[in-house]
């Protein structure tokens, strides 16, 4: 079989990480070593870059500069929250053609897997021959078919640290601490902050994911239970958590509800986090309550990469090229567990992912739906990587009174 010869072009879609640059410089330097690719571009700011004809020539960067890019958290091609339409993807795929791109790789989410599929099938329409590869790419670890998603890890490393950080300065201040972390449908990342718990009455004492409906009745039932037992407590709860319509509890409190490209309701700011601690103080005996809305600091933290989810990161940009290159696929890579800890990568169609959300199973979450399991504390700790901190406490007995 012939070999397919012509330019390569990488793309990314959604949210920046702490190693999407891994995957990037992945694809690059390893499509550099193929002799029947000619170019390795890369579009300026995703599908925007592309419809714009946006490219930068990364044949010509120097390997020991990708490499310092590589460990540089963000998007270094810049991306896009841009939902291409399937005349966008028509046009995408017209510039390919006048580009000579023969192999396509987009890092991104389920809706970055569309996109590549859309263009994909335009390109069979034409009889134009086109390897497409989605590189998996998210924090929130929601894509179908993955043990787990490249960014998650480090994503997940900052949460953990967030909280045990909370978890000490609740201890030496006692009140309540509300954490609110990113998670629209898919809790994994809050579910996250247990992953530093040492003692039995570490923090986060509780934890509510998307995957289970909200009560603030019962939220606040919860809190003052935790408060009575050990004089404190801190939560860790997700953006997105909802009533039992579905109805996000943060658009209890926004007059108007905006709205992203891709349909999605916006739950940016600390309205949920303001929400939650006038329950406390309203129906609890906590008078000392707190919240912090993490945000967009949790995905590109420099300080709390994970060294594990950087390996991978690179690993699945590697694989895509070799799909596409060695093997004359096209397809989603996907990251699959073989062991503890060990991994393998497959290739599956586009529409197991495309448009599609993972939610955390079952067996990750109490059946009160207030914390996680054992189990799900087994599956993300070896993600967060080596060399986690975990804090220590003073174990010197207490002096006997003498004094009435």
């Not at 590869?133 to 480090?154: C, E, M, Q, R, W």
């Not at 929400?275 to 300080?303: H, I, M, W």
């Not at 504390?377 to 007995?397: M, W």
């Amino acid at each position: 079989m012939s070999k397919l010869e012509g330019n390569v072009l990488i793309a990314q879609g959604g949210g920046p990480t702490a190693v999407i640059n891994q995957s990037i410089v992945g694809v690059a330097l390893e499509a550099r070593k193929f002799p029947q690719v000619g170019r390795v571009y890369g579009a300026h700011h995703g599908v925007a870059g592309i419809l714009h004809e946006d490219f930068l020539d990364l044949t010509q960067e120097t390997t020991h500069n990708l490499e310092m890019v590589a460990m540089t958290p963000s998007s270094a091609l810049g991306s896009t929250r841009m939902k291409p339409t399937e005349d966008d993807c028509r046009r995408m795929f017209k510039t390919l053609q006048d580009h000579n791109i023969r192999y396509f790789f987009y890092v991104g989410g389920n809706d970055s897997a569309d996109a590549c599929r859309i263009v994909n099938e335009e390109a069979q329409k034409s009889n134009y021959e086109l390897r497409c590869i989605h590189v998996p790419k998210t924090i929130d670890n929601d894509l179908p078919g993955n043990d787990h998603t490249p960014g998650f890890g480090s994503a997940a490393r900052f949460v953990a640290s967030a909280f045990a950080g909370a978890n000490l300065d609740n201890r030496a201040l006692p009140g309540a601490y509300i954490g609110v972390v990113m998670g629209r449908h898919a809790g994994f990342l809050t579910a996250a902050a247990s992953l530093a718990k040492k003692y039995p009455d570490d923090g986060p004492h509780l934890i509510y994911l998307p995957e289970r409906t909200f009560s603030i009745d019962r939220f606040a039932e919860d809190v003052e239970a935790v408060y009575q037992k050990y004089g404190r407590c801190v939560v860790a709860v997700s953006e997105g958590v909802h009533d039992a319509d579905g109805v996000p509890i943060v658009t209890t409190l926004q007059k108007e509800v905006e709205r992203d490209d891709h349909g999605n309701v916006s739950l940016a700011g600390g309205a949920l986090g303001d929400l939650l601690v006038n329950t406390v103080k309203e129906k609890t005996s906590v008078t000392r309550v707190r919240a912090d809305t993490y945000g967009y600091v949790q995905r590109c933290f420099p300080g709390c990469v994970s060294d594990v989810d950087q390996q991978e990161a690179r690993e699945v940009g590697e694989k895509a090229v070799q799909y596409a290159l060695w093997h004359d696929l096209d397809g989603s890579v996907a990251i699959t567990r073989t062991g503890n800890y060990s991994v393998d990568y497959s290739l599956q169609a586009f529409e197991n992912v495309a448009a599609q959300t993972r939610t955390m199973e079952d067996e990750f979450i109490n059946e009160a739906g207030n914390n996680v399991t054992d189990a799900f504390i087994s599956y993300a700790r070896p993600l967060i990587g080596s060399n986690f901190h975990t804090p220590a406490r003073i174990r010197a007995p207490k002096v006997e009174k003498i004094g009435e």
